[in-house]
Structure formats: structure tokens, C-alpha cells
């Protein structure tokens, strides 16, 4: 029996206390084993299940924001190239239009200046007419004149010419100052 109290002090032999260890811990394994890991492999993988679907829906999400980058890439440079080829309108528009005023205008210069030309002209046969009138009216006057005063009196008739001619390059004169003026 002296081999009993060595044997209750050494702690690898097996005693009762360790067998009845051994069965309780069997036991709550087997119970844990039996309700709690189902339900824990369950919510597992639920989680695993809910994890998936959000990667996917991350990538899904990944995947239409390129695409739709992509489509405002594609509509922001359509709308340059039609800002462009507005532009590019718009600046054939008013060089036509500046070409089509360049036109008018010559045009309208060319108007002004013909009626400019044919307001002198009849200025010009109206001064001429006026003048005929006054120069046959001043040679009535001229040959009046003459016919009174006696022919045999030279200084006297030339003096007659000499006033008729000055009269008529002062009327000269002052038509030319009104076409000038005018």
C-alpha cells in the first residue's frame, strides 16, 4: 500500500475525479456540438452569404459607375464636338453675313455716289441754262448799250466790253463758289 499514497499524489494516473471530468466535458462537448454549432455555423454562414452578395454588389456598383463614367467621357466630348461645330457655325454665319454687309454696302455707296453724280449734273445743266439766260440777257443789255453810244467812241466802247466781261467773270466766280459750296 505504499504505493497508493505515491499513486493519489501523482496527478497523470487517473482517478475517479478525472473520469467524472472527463465525461462532463464529453458531455458539454457533445450538447455544444449538438445545439450551439449549428446555430453558430449557421450565422456563420449567413455572414459568409451576406459578405458574398455585398462583394458583388460592390463590384455590380463598381462596374456600372465605370460605365457611366464612360457615358459622360462619350457625352462630354459630343458635347464639345457640337460646341465646336456650333462655333465653327456661328463663324461661317457672320463672315457671310460681314461679306453679305461688305456687299450691301458697295452697294449702297455705289447708289449714293451715282445719285451724287446725277444731283451735280443737273446742278451743272441748271447753271449752265441759268447762265445762257443771264449771258443772252446781259448781251440784249451789252448790245443796247453799244447800239446808244455812239460807234466812232473807241475808249468808250471798250470801256462797255471791259465792264460786260468782269461782270460776267464775277457771275463766273460766284457759280463756282455755290458749286463748291454745295
Known amino acids: 500500500m505504499a504505493n497508493r ?15 467524472a471530468e472527463l465525461i462532463a466535458f464529453l458531455l458539454i462537448l457533445g450538447i455544444l456540438y449538438r445545439y450551439v454549432v449549428p446555430v453558430v455555423q449557421k450565422a456563420m454562414r449567413e455572414r459568409q452569404e451576406m459578405i458574398r452578395r455585398q462583394v458583388e ?6 462596374r456600372k459607375l465605370a460605365e457611366a463614367q464612360q457615358r459622360y467621357r462619350d457625352a462630354l466630348n459630343e458635347a464639345r464636338n457640337e460646341a465646336a461645330e456650333i ?21 449702297e455707296s455705289a447708289r449714293i455716289v451715282a445719285r451724287g453724280e446725277e444731283q451735280l449734273r ?8 441759268q447762265l445762257r439766260e443771264e449771258i443772252g440777257t446781259l448781251a440784249v443789255e451789252l448790245a443796247e448799250k453799244i447800239i446808244d453810244q455812239r460807234l466812232t467812241e473807241d475808249a468808250r466802247v471798250r470801256q462797255t466790253v471791259d465792264s460786260f466781261i468782269a461782270g460776267l467773270e464775277a457771275q463766273d466766280r460766284a457759280g463756282e463758289a455755290a458749286r463748291a459750296g454745295s
Open 87 to 107: 462655333r465653327e457655325t456661328a463663324r461661317a454665319d457672320a463672315q457671310r453675313t460681314v461679306e453679305e454687309l461688305r456687299v450691301q454696302a458697295r452697294e
Open 122 to 129: 443737273r446742278q451743272r445743266d441748271a447753271i449752265v441754262r
Open 5 to 19: 499514497p505515491e499513486a493519489a499524489g501523482n496527478f497523470l494516473v487517473p482517478n475517479g475525479t478525472f473520469i
Open 57 to 62: 454588389e460592390s463590384e455590380e456598383a463598381s
